[in-house]
Protein backbone atom coordinates (compact mmCIF):
# COMPACT_ATOMS: atom_id res chain seq x y z
CA UNK A 1 0.00 0.00 0.00
CA UNK A 2 1.27 3.72 -0.99
CA UNK A 3 1.52 6.31 1.47
CA UNK A 4 2.50 9.14 -0.43
CA UNK A 5 0.80 11.07 -3.39
CA UNK A 6 2.14 9.61 -6.58
CA UNK A 7 1.32 10.76 -10.01
CA UNK A 8 -1.62 8.88 -11.61
CA UNK A 9 -0.72 8.39 -15.10
CA UNK A 10 1.76 5.71 -15.50
CA UNK A 11 3.62 4.02 -17.89
CA UNK A 12 3.86 0.61 -18.13
CA UNK A 13 6.90 0.51 -17.17
CA UNK A 14 6.43 2.20 -14.25
CA UNK A 15 3.90 -0.35 -12.95
CA UNK A 16 6.00 -2.46 -13.28
CA UNK A 17 8.72 -0.56 -11.25
CA UNK A 18 6.34 0.24 -8.52
CA UNK A 19 5.01 -3.18 -7.87
CA UNK A 20 8.55 -3.79 -6.93
CA UNK A 21 8.68 -1.06 -4.06
CA UNK A 22 5.85 -2.84 -2.60
CA UNK A 23 7.09 -5.02 -0.54
CA UNK A 24 5.06 -4.51 2.34
CA UNK A 25 2.09 -6.68 0.46
CA UNK A 26 4.42 -9.11 -0.70
CA UNK A 27 5.08 -11.36 2.55
CA UNK A 28 8.65 -12.89 2.86
CA UNK A 29 9.79 -16.37 1.58
CA UNK A 30 8.61 -18.85 4.46
CA UNK A 31 12.03 -19.84 5.40
CA UNK A 32 12.58 -16.14 6.10
CA UNK A 33 9.57 -15.79 7.95
CA UNK A 34 10.15 -18.84 10.07
CA UNK A 35 13.95 -17.35 11.13
CA UNK A 36 11.83 -14.12 11.88
CA UNK A 37 9.41 -15.45 14.21
CA UNK A 38 11.91 -17.16 16.05
CA UNK A 39 13.05 -13.74 17.15
CA UNK A 40 11.40 -12.19 20.23
CA UNK A 41 10.55 -8.69 19.71
CA UNK A 42 12.83 -6.73 21.85
CA UNK A 43 10.17 -3.80 22.19
CA UNK A 44 6.48 -3.11 22.41
CA UNK A 45 5.03 -2.48 18.76
CA UNK A 46 4.50 1.28 17.73
CA UNK A 47 1.29 2.01 15.67
CA UNK A 48 0.50 5.46 14.66
CA UNK A 49 -2.84 6.53 14.10
CA UNK A 50 -2.01 9.77 11.54
CA UNK A 51 -2.89 11.50 8.72
CA UNK A 52 -1.85 10.57 4.91
CA UNK A 53 -2.73 12.17 1.31
CA UNK A 54 -3.83 9.65 -1.19
CA UNK A 55 -3.70 10.31 -5.00
CA UNK A 56 -7.55 9.00 -5.94
CA UNK A 57 -8.50 9.09 -9.82
CA UNK A 58 -5.95 11.72 -10.17
CA UNK A 59 -7.23 14.25 -7.05
CA UNK A 60 -5.45 14.09 -3.66
CA UNK A 61 -7.19 13.10 -0.64
CA UNK A 62 -6.69 13.16 2.70
CA UNK A 63 -7.42 10.33 4.57
CA UNK A 64 -6.77 9.01 8.09
CA UNK A 65 -4.29 5.91 8.58
CA UNK A 66 -2.91 3.68 10.64
CA UNK A 67 0.70 3.10 10.52
CA UNK A 68 2.33 -0.17 11.95
CA UNK A 69 6.10 -0.71 13.57
CA UNK A 70 7.38 -1.39 9.62
CA UNK A 71 6.13 1.81 8.09
CA UNK A 72 3.07 -0.38 6.54
CA UNK A 73 -0.49 0.03 7.23
CA UNK A 74 -1.86 -2.41 10.39
CA UNK A 75 0.06 -4.73 12.12
CA UNK A 76 1.55 -8.78 11.57
CA UNK A 77 2.38 -10.95 14.59
CA UNK A 78 4.15 -14.29 14.65
CA UNK A 79 2.79 -17.16 16.33
CA UNK A 80 2.84 -16.56 19.55
CA UNK A 81 3.29 -13.07 19.86
CA UNK A 82 1.09 -11.04 22.14
CA UNK A 83 -0.18 -7.57 20.56
CA UNK A 84 1.99 -5.43 23.09
CA UNK A 85 0.87 -2.33 20.78
CA UNK A 86 1.23 1.39 21.83
CA UNK A 87 -0.81 3.16 19.77
CA UNK A 88 0.17 6.58 19.12
CA UNK A 89 -2.30 9.49 18.43
CA UNK A 90 -0.96 11.32 15.94
CA UNK A 91 -4.53 12.20 14.28
CA UNK A 92 -5.20 15.82 15.40
CA UNK A 93 -8.17 14.74 16.71
CA UNK A 94 -9.51 12.05 19.73
CA UNK A 95 -9.44 8.69 18.22
CA UNK A 96 -10.30 5.61 19.38
CA UNK A 97 -8.94 1.74 17.58
CA UNK A 98 -11.06 -0.95 17.55
CA UNK A 99 -9.41 -4.63 17.37
CA UNK A 100 -12.01 -5.95 14.89
CA UNK A 101 -12.74 -9.82 15.89
CA UNK A 102 -10.42 -10.20 18.33
CA UNK A 103 -10.87 -11.25 21.74
CA UNK A 104 -9.35 -8.97 23.83
CA UNK A 105 -10.44 -8.25 27.67
CA UNK A 106 -12.95 -5.62 27.18
CA UNK A 107 -11.12 -2.73 28.38
CA UNK A 108 -9.03 -3.04 25.37
CA UNK A 109 -11.71 -3.77 22.64
CA UNK A 110 -11.30 -0.44 21.22
CA UNK A 111 -14.75 0.60 22.24
CA UNK A 112 -15.60 4.27 23.52
CA UNK A 113 -16.94 3.07 26.70
CA UNK A 114 -17.33 5.82 29.98
CA UNK A 115 -15.14 3.48 31.10
CA UNK A 116 -12.68 3.14 27.65
CA UNK A 117 -12.54 7.03 26.58
CA UNK A 118 -11.26 8.00 22.96
CA UNK A 119 -7.30 8.83 23.18
CA UNK A 120 -6.99 12.54 22.91
CA UNK A 121 -5.13 13.70 20.15
CA UNK A 122 -1.29 13.65 21.64
CA UNK A 123 -1.51 10.89 23.33
CA UNK A 124 -0.49 7.02 23.53
CA UNK A 125 -2.40 4.24 24.71
CA UNK A 126 -1.00 0.78 25.19
CA UNK A 127 -2.50 -2.65 24.66
CA UNK A 128 -1.26 -6.29 26.10
CA UNK A 129 -2.92 -9.46 25.28
CA UNK A 130 -3.52 -12.99 23.51
CA UNK A 131 -4.30 -12.59 20.20
CA UNK A 132 -6.11 -15.22 17.99
CA UNK A 133 -4.03 -16.13 14.78
CA UNK A 134 -5.93 -15.09 11.83
CA UNK A 135 -7.10 -12.66 9.50
CA UNK A 136 -8.18 -9.49 11.12
CA UNK A 137 -8.30 -5.90 10.98
CA UNK A 138 -8.28 -2.40 12.94
CA UNK A 139 -10.59 0.33 12.51
CA UNK A 140 -11.81 3.47 14.62
CA UNK A 141 -14.86 3.41 16.50
CA UNK A 142 -14.71 7.15 17.22
CA UNK A 143 -17.19 8.89 15.13
CA UNK A 144 -17.07 7.96 11.55
CA UNK A 145 -13.65 8.24 11.02
CA UNK A 146 -13.71 4.76 9.89
CA UNK A 147 -15.12 6.32 6.50
CA UNK A 148 -11.75 8.40 6.33
CA UNK A 149 -10.01 5.04 6.14
CA UNK A 150 -9.46 4.97 9.81
CA UNK A 151 -8.54 1.37 9.28
CA UNK A 152 -5.55 -1.38 8.48
CA UNK A 153 -5.65 -5.14 8.44
CA UNK A 154 -3.89 -6.69 11.61
CA UNK A 155 -2.64 -10.46 10.80
CA UNK A 156 -2.03 -12.95 13.05
CA UNK A 157 0.16 -15.73 11.46
CA UNK A 158 -0.34 -19.18 12.73
CA UNK A 159 2.60 -22.05 13.43
CA UNK A 160 0.79 -23.50 10.22
CA UNK A 161 1.07 -20.35 8.48
CA UNK A 162 4.82 -20.39 9.04
CA UNK A 163 5.23 -23.68 7.71
CA UNK A 164 3.39 -23.38 4.59
CA UNK A 165 4.80 -22.75 0.98
CA UNK A 166 2.91 -19.56 -0.21
CA UNK A 167 2.95 -16.35 -0.98
CA UNK A 168 0.30 -14.42 1.64
CA UNK A 169 -1.05 -11.41 -0.09
CA UNK A 170 -3.39 -9.14 1.69
CA UNK A 171 -6.62 -7.41 -0.10
CA UNK A 172 -8.25 -4.67 1.48
CA UNK A 173 -11.22 -2.99 0.18
CA UNK A 174 -12.66 0.49 1.02
CA UNK A 175 -15.68 2.78 -0.40
CA UNK A 176 -14.18 6.53 -1.17
CA UNK A 177 -16.16 10.07 -1.06
CA UNK A 178 -14.45 13.33 -1.52
CA UNK A 179 -17.44 14.54 0.39
CA UNK A 180 -17.00 14.17 4.45
CA UNK A 181 -18.49 11.62 6.32
CA UNK A 182 -20.60 14.20 7.86
CA UNK A 183 -22.04 15.20 4.69
CA UNK A 184 -22.72 11.82 3.39
CA UNK A 185 -24.65 10.79 7.06
CA UNK A 186 -26.62 14.42 6.22
CA UNK A 187 -27.25 13.44 3.05
CA UNK A 188 -28.72 10.26 4.14
CA UNK A 189 -30.65 11.89 7.50
CA UNK A 190 -32.15 14.85 5.14
CA UNK A 191 -33.88 12.52 2.57
CA UNK A 192 -37.75 13.14 2.91
CA UNK A 193 -38.64 10.16 1.07
CA UNK A 194 -39.34 11.27 -1.87
CA UNK A 195 -37.12 8.70 -4.32
CA UNK A 196 -35.51 12.36 -6.25
CA UNK A 197 -33.45 13.30 -2.58
CA UNK A 198 -32.55 9.72 -1.78
CA UNK A 199 -28.90 9.50 -2.69
CA UNK A 200 -28.73 6.76 -4.33
CA UNK A 201 -26.85 6.35 -7.59
CA UNK A 202 -28.64 6.38 -10.59
CA UNK A 203 -27.36 3.56 -12.78
CA UNK A 204 -26.70 0.85 -10.43
CA UNK A 205 -29.56 0.86 -8.32
CA UNK A 206 -32.63 -0.66 -10.45
CA UNK A 207 -32.80 -2.80 -7.45
CA UNK A 208 -34.45 -0.13 -5.26
CA UNK A 209 -38.72 -0.52 -4.77
CA UNK A 210 -40.55 2.79 -4.74
CA UNK A 211 -40.83 4.22 -1.59
CA UNK A 212 -44.62 3.36 -1.55
CA UNK A 213 -43.90 -0.39 -1.35
CA UNK A 214 -41.07 0.36 1.17
CA UNK A 215 -43.79 1.32 3.46
CA UNK A 216 -45.84 -1.26 3.08
CA UNK A 217 -42.94 -3.56 3.43
CA UNK A 218 -42.42 -2.09 6.87
CA UNK A 219 -45.59 -2.29 8.48
CA UNK A 220 -44.98 -5.65 9.73
CA UNK A 221 -48.08 -7.03 7.68
CA UNK A 222 -46.04 -8.69 4.24
CA UNK A 223 -43.77 -11.79 4.48
CA UNK A 224 -41.26 -13.04 1.82
CA UNK A 225 -43.76 -12.26 -1.38
CA UNK A 226 -41.58 -9.33 -2.58
CA UNK A 227 -38.56 -10.92 -2.10
CA UNK A 228 -39.90 -13.61 -4.74
CA UNK A 229 -39.53 -10.95 -7.21
CA UNK A 230 -35.68 -10.78 -6.19
CA UNK A 231 -36.32 -7.13 -7.10
CA UNK A 232 -37.35 -5.23 -3.58
CA UNK A 233 -34.25 -4.52 -1.69
CA UNK A 234 -32.35 -1.36 -1.14
CA UNK A 235 -28.50 -1.67 -1.98
CA UNK A 236 -26.03 1.15 -1.44
CA UNK A 237 -27.13 3.97 0.81
CA UNK A 238 -24.23 5.80 -0.24
CA UNK A 239 -22.68 7.01 -3.86
CA UNK A 240 -19.16 6.89 -3.32
CA UNK A 241 -16.53 8.31 -5.77
CA UNK A 242 -14.25 5.99 -5.92
CA UNK A 243 -13.53 2.07 -4.33
CA UNK A 244 -10.27 0.93 -3.50
CA UNK A 245 -8.11 -2.17 -2.99
CA UNK A 246 -4.89 -2.04 -1.04
CA UNK A 247 -5.87 2.45 -1.42
CA UNK A 248 -5.65 2.00 -5.31
CA UNK A 249 -8.37 2.05 -7.92
CA UNK A 250 -7.95 0.18 -11.16
CA UNK A 251 -7.01 3.24 -12.88
CA UNK A 252 -3.73 2.63 -11.36
CA UNK A 253 -3.97 -1.00 -9.79
CA UNK A 254 -1.41 -2.79 -7.49
CA UNK A 255 0.35 -5.31 -9.18
CA UNK A 256 1.84 -8.28 -6.94
CA UNK A 257 4.64 -10.29 -8.12
CA UNK A 258 4.07 -13.82 -7.71
CA UNK A 259 5.91 -16.51 -8.75
CA UNK A 260 5.07 -18.73 -11.81
CA UNK A 261 2.63 -21.53 -11.11
CA UNK A 262 3.12 -20.15 -7.37
CA UNK A 263 0.48 -20.66 -4.75
CA UNK A 264 -1.19 -17.59 -2.80
CA UNK A 265 -2.98 -17.37 0.09
CA UNK A 266 -5.23 -14.33 -0.67
CA UNK A 267 -6.86 -12.38 2.79
CA UNK A 268 -9.44 -10.26 1.98
CA UNK A 269 -10.79 -7.63 3.84
CA UNK A 270 -13.80 -5.47 3.47
CA UNK A 271 -12.75 -2.38 5.42
CA UNK A 272 -15.79 -0.38 3.32
CA UNK A 273 -18.03 1.35 5.63
CA UNK A 274 -21.42 1.03 3.29
CA UNK A 275 -20.38 -1.27 0.67
CA UNK A 276 -20.09 -5.10 0.47
CA UNK A 277 -18.89 -6.97 -2.36
CA UNK A 278 -17.93 -10.08 -4.76
CA UNK A 279 -15.12 -11.60 -5.04
CA UNK A 280 -14.17 -12.48 -8.89
CA UNK A 281 -11.32 -14.33 -8.86
CA UNK A 282 -11.82 -14.64 -13.13
CA UNK A 283 -10.21 -17.51 -14.55
CA UNK A 284 -8.70 -18.54 -10.96
CA UNK A 285 -10.66 -21.03 -8.62
CA UNK A 286 -9.98 -20.59 -5.30
CA UNK A 287 -10.01 -22.48 -1.97
CA UNK A 288 -12.10 -20.81 0.91
CA UNK A 289 -9.74 -21.88 3.84
CA UNK A 290 -11.34 -19.82 6.32
CA UNK A 291 -13.70 -16.77 7.40
CA UNK A 292 -13.52 -13.94 9.66
CA UNK A 293 -10.13 -15.58 10.76
CA UNK A 294 -11.49 -18.53 11.17
CA UNK A 295 -10.91 -21.77 9.89
CA UNK A 296 -13.76 -23.49 7.76
CA UNK A 297 -13.76 -26.97 5.70
CA UNK A 298 -12.53 -25.77 2.60
CA UNK A 299 -14.90 -24.58 -0.19
CA UNK A 300 -14.29 -24.21 -3.67
CA UNK A 301 -15.38 -21.39 -5.59
CA UNK A 302 -14.96 -18.16 -7.95
CA UNK A 303 -17.25 -15.30 -7.02
CA UNK A 304 -17.51 -15.25 -3.32
CA UNK A 305 -19.44 -12.55 -1.50
CA UNK A 306 -18.15 -10.73 1.20
CA UNK A 307 -19.86 -8.63 3.25
CA UNK A 308 -18.78 -4.81 5.25
CA UNK A 309 -16.08 -6.27 8.09
CA UNK A 310 -16.01 -9.79 7.20
CA UNK A 311 -12.96 -11.51 5.63
CA UNK A 312 -12.15 -14.03 3.74
CA UNK A 313 -8.97 -16.37 3.33
CA UNK A 314 -8.05 -17.77 -0.49
CA UNK A 315 -6.05 -20.20 -1.19
CA UNK A 316 -5.70 -19.91 -4.64
CA UNK A 317 -2.82 -22.11 -7.24
CA UNK A 318 -1.87 -20.15 -10.12
CA UNK A 319 -2.03 -22.01 -13.20
CA UNK A 320 0.60 -19.83 -15.04
CA UNK A 321 2.04 -16.55 -15.17
CA UNK A 322 -0.82 -14.29 -15.34
CA UNK A 323 -1.64 -11.63 -15.06
CA UNK A 324 -4.75 -12.81 -12.79
CA UNK A 325 -6.65 -9.62 -12.03
CA UNK A 326 -8.67 -10.17 -8.13
CA UNK A 327 -11.76 -8.05 -8.67
CA UNK A 328 -13.89 -7.16 -6.00
CA UNK A 329 -16.84 -5.60 -7.71
CA UNK A 330 -20.06 -3.59 -5.58
CA UNK A 331 -23.20 -5.23 -5.27
CA UNK A 332 -26.37 -4.16 -7.20
CA UNK A 333 -23.32 -2.08 -9.69
CA UNK A 334 -21.37 -2.58 -12.27
CA UNK A 335 -18.19 -0.58 -11.04
CA UNK A 336 -15.65 -2.61 -9.35
CA UNK A 337 -11.67 -2.55 -8.00
CA UNK A 338 -9.43 -4.59 -7.36
CA UNK A 339 -5.64 -5.87 -7.43
CA UNK A 340 -3.27 -8.01 -10.23
CA UNK A 341 -1.37 -11.04 -9.65
CA UNK A 342 1.17 -11.88 -12.32
CA UNK A 343 4.94 -12.79 -12.46
CA UNK A 344 7.62 -10.97 -13.12
CA UNK A 345 7.48 -9.83 -16.81
CA UNK A 346 3.98 -10.68 -17.16
CA UNK A 347 2.23 -7.86 -18.80
CA UNK A 348 -0.27 -5.95 -17.28
CA UNK A 349 -2.36 -4.45 -19.11
CA UNK A 350 -5.40 -1.85 -18.80
CA UNK A 351 -8.28 -3.10 -16.66
CA UNK A 352 -11.81 -1.80 -17.22
CA UNK A 353 -13.49 -0.61 -14.16
CA UNK A 354 -16.85 -1.68 -14.63
CA UNK A 355 -18.26 -5.20 -15.48
CA UNK A 356 -20.64 -6.08 -17.85
CA UNK A 357 -23.81 -6.13 -15.47
CA UNK A 358 -24.61 -5.18 -12.10
CA UNK A 359 -23.73 -7.65 -9.37
CA UNK A 360 -26.34 -9.63 -7.65
CA UNK A 361 -27.00 -8.69 -3.92
CA UNK A 362 -24.41 -9.87 -1.97
CA UNK A 363 -26.04 -13.30 -0.20
CA UNK A 364 -25.92 -16.32 2.35
CA UNK A 365 -25.07 -18.69 -0.82
CA UNK A 366 -21.37 -19.01 0.36
CA UNK A 367 -22.59 -19.07 4.22
CA UNK A 368 -24.73 -21.86 3.47
CA UNK A 369 -21.87 -23.92 2.14
CA UNK A 370 -19.97 -22.95 5.54
CA UNK A 371 -19.01 -25.30 8.12
CA UNK A 372 -16.70 -24.57 11.05
CA UNK A 373 -13.56 -26.47 11.01
CA UNK A 374 -14.04 -26.24 14.94
CA UNK A 375 -17.72 -26.28 15.57
CA UNK A 376 -18.55 -25.58 19.47
CA UNK A 377 -19.76 -28.35 21.33
CA UNK A 378 -23.51 -29.89 21.03
CA UNK A 379 -25.00 -28.09 23.32
CA UNK A 380 -28.65 -26.37 23.97
CA UNK A 381 -28.64 -22.54 25.16
CA UNK A 382 -29.03 -21.35 28.45
CA UNK A 383 -30.05 -18.35 26.92
CA UNK A 384 -31.69 -17.30 23.41
CA UNK A 385 -31.96 -13.28 22.57
CA UNK A 386 -34.50 -12.18 19.54
CA UNK A 387 -33.34 -9.35 18.44
CA UNK A 388 -35.40 -7.63 15.48
CA UNK A 389 -33.37 -5.38 12.86
CA UNK A 390 -35.58 -2.67 11.72
CA UNK A 391 -35.22 0.88 9.79
CA UNK A 392 -36.13 2.54 6.75
CA UNK A 393 -34.42 5.02 3.40
CA UNK A 394 -37.22 7.23 4.68
CA UNK A 395 -36.99 8.60 7.27
CA UNK A 396 -33.37 7.13 8.05
CA UNK A 397 -33.13 5.29 10.97
CA UNK A 398 -32.44 1.74 11.96
CA UNK A 399 -32.88 -0.06 15.31
CA UNK A 400 -32.76 -3.24 16.92
CA UNK A 401 -35.55 -4.17 19.12
CA UNK A 402 -37.25 -0.97 18.33
CA UNK A 403 -34.65 1.08 20.02
CA UNK A 404 -32.06 3.57 18.91
CA UNK A 405 -28.17 4.09 20.27
CA UNK A 406 -27.57 5.15 22.81
CA UNK A 407 -31.02 4.54 24.35
CA UNK A 408 -31.06 0.82 24.51
CA UNK A 409 -31.59 -2.12 27.33
CA UNK A 410 -28.45 -4.05 27.10
CA UNK A 411 -29.23 -7.67 26.01
CA UNK A 412 -28.16 -9.78 29.19
CA UNK A 413 -25.67 -12.72 29.32
CA UNK A 414 -23.33 -14.64 32.33
CA UNK A 415 -20.28 -16.49 32.38
CA UNK A 416 -20.31 -19.96 31.49
CA UNK A 417 -24.08 -19.56 29.59
CA UNK A 418 -24.41 -20.92 25.78
CA UNK A 419 -26.12 -17.60 24.40
CA UNK A 420 -27.96 -17.71 21.24
CA UNK A 421 -28.94 -14.61 19.61
CA UNK A 422 -31.78 -15.04 16.65
CA UNK A 423 -31.53 -11.75 14.52
CA UNK A 424 -34.75 -11.18 12.62
CA UNK A 425 -34.48 -8.88 10.02
CA UNK A 426 -38.56 -6.73 8.85
CA UNK A 427 -36.38 -4.11 6.80
CA UNK A 428 -35.37 -3.96 3.28
CA UNK A 429 -31.94 -3.91 3.74
CA UNK A 430 -29.08 -6.81 4.82
CA UNK A 431 -27.88 -5.89 7.85
CA UNK A 432 -23.84 -7.39 8.26
CA UNK A 433 -23.98 -7.58 12.20
CA UNK A 434 -20.73 -7.83 13.91
CA UNK A 435 -20.40 -8.92 17.71
CA UNK A 436 -17.53 -7.49 19.83
CA UNK A 437 -15.74 -9.99 22.31
CA UNK A 438 -16.53 -13.14 20.97
CA UNK A 439 -16.70 -15.89 18.13
CA UNK A 440 -19.44 -17.26 17.67
CA UNK A 441 -20.68 -20.13 15.15
CA UNK A 442 -23.74 -19.11 12.74
CA UNK A 443 -26.52 -22.40 13.93
CA UNK A 444 -29.23 -21.69 11.70
CA UNK A 445 -30.72 -19.37 8.50
CA UNK A 446 -34.02 -18.60 8.01
CA UNK A 447 -34.71 -20.73 11.19
CA UNK A 448 -33.04 -23.71 9.25
CA UNK A 449 -30.01 -25.70 11.58
CA UNK A 450 -26.87 -25.62 10.48
CA UNK A 451 -23.57 -26.39 11.96
CA UNK A 452 -22.27 -23.11 10.10
CA UNK A 453 -18.83 -21.36 10.20
CA UNK A 454 -17.26 -19.69 13.29
CA UNK A 455 -16.95 -15.82 12.75
CA UNK A 456 -17.74 -12.17 14.28
CA UNK A 457 -19.99 -10.98 11.49
CA UNK A 458 -22.65 -12.47 9.84
CA UNK A 459 -24.79 -11.21 7.06
CA UNK A 460 -29.00 -11.34 7.73
CA UNK A 461 -30.93 -10.50 4.36
CA UNK A 462 -33.61 -8.32 3.86
CA UNK A 463 -36.65 -10.33 5.58
CA UNK A 464 -34.48 -13.09 6.63
CA UNK A 465 -32.88 -14.54 10.00
CA UNK A 466 -30.06 -15.88 11.16
CA UNK A 467 -29.43 -17.40 14.71
CA UNK A 468 -25.89 -17.06 16.43
CA UNK A 469 -24.50 -19.38 19.42
CA UNK A 470 -21.26 -18.56 21.34
CA UNK A 471 -19.91 -19.56 25.14
CA UNK A 472 -19.94 -16.51 27.20
CA UNK A 473 -16.56 -16.67 28.37
CA UNK A 474 -15.34 -13.41 28.05
CA UNK A 475 -17.11 -10.98 30.71
CA UNK A 476 -17.13 -7.30 29.96
CA UNK A 477 -19.48 -4.84 28.10
CA UNK A 478 -19.48 -5.57 24.24
CA UNK A 479 -21.11 -3.64 21.36
CA UNK A 480 -23.28 -5.38 19.18
CA UNK A 481 -24.15 -3.67 16.03
CA UNK A 482 -24.69 -3.01 12.16
CA UNK A 483 -21.53 -2.61 10.36
CA UNK A 484 -23.10 -0.23 8.29
CA UNK A 485 -21.28 2.27 9.42
CA UNK A 486 -24.68 5.01 8.47
CA UNK A 487 -27.05 2.17 9.99
CA UNK A 488 -24.48 1.98 13.53
CA UNK A 489 -24.98 6.23 13.58
CA UNK A 490 -28.68 6.21 13.11
CA UNK A 491 -28.94 4.35 16.15
CA UNK A 492 -28.17 0.14 15.13
CA UNK A 493 -26.27 -0.86 17.95
CA UNK A 494 -26.77 -2.14 21.57
CA UNK A 495 -24.97 -3.96 24.05
CA UNK A 496 -24.82 -7.76 25.12
CA UNK A 497 -23.69 -6.96 28.77
CA UNK A 498 -22.23 -9.52 31.95
CA UNK A 499 -23.94 -8.79 35.44
CA UNK A 500 -21.79 -6.90 37.57
CA UNK A 501 -19.12 -5.02 35.14
CA UNK A 502 -17.93 -1.59 36.93
CU1 LIG B 1 -27.50 -2.27 8.81
Redesign the pocket.
Known amino acids: MRKNKRPTLLTRRQILASSVAMAGTISLLPKERATAATEPRATDLRLTAGTRTLDVNGKAARVFGLIGPDGNPGITLSPGERFHVNLVNQAGTSTIIHWHGQLPPWRQDGFPWPQTPPIPAGDTHSYDYAPIAGTYWMHSHQGMQEQSLMTAPLIVHSAEDMRADRQEVVLMLHDFSFRTPDELLAGLTKSNGSQSTMPKGGMGNNMNMDSGSKGAMNSGTMGAMNMASGMAMDLNDVDYDAFLANDRTLADPEVVRTEPRGRVLLRLINAASSSQFWIDLGALTGTVVAVDGHTVRPVRGTRLPLAMAQRLDVLIDLPGNGPYPIFAQVEGKRVRTGIVLAAPGAPVSHLAAEAGENAPPVDLSLERRLEAASPLAPRAPDVTHRVI ?1 A ?1 AMAPYA ?1 SLNGEYWPNVTPLMIAPGQRVAIEMVNRSM ?4 MHLHGHAFQVVAINGAPLAGAARDTVLVPPMGSVTIAFDADNPGRWAFH ?3 LY ?2 MTG ?1 MTEVRYPAII
Open positions: LGWMAHPCHNHMM
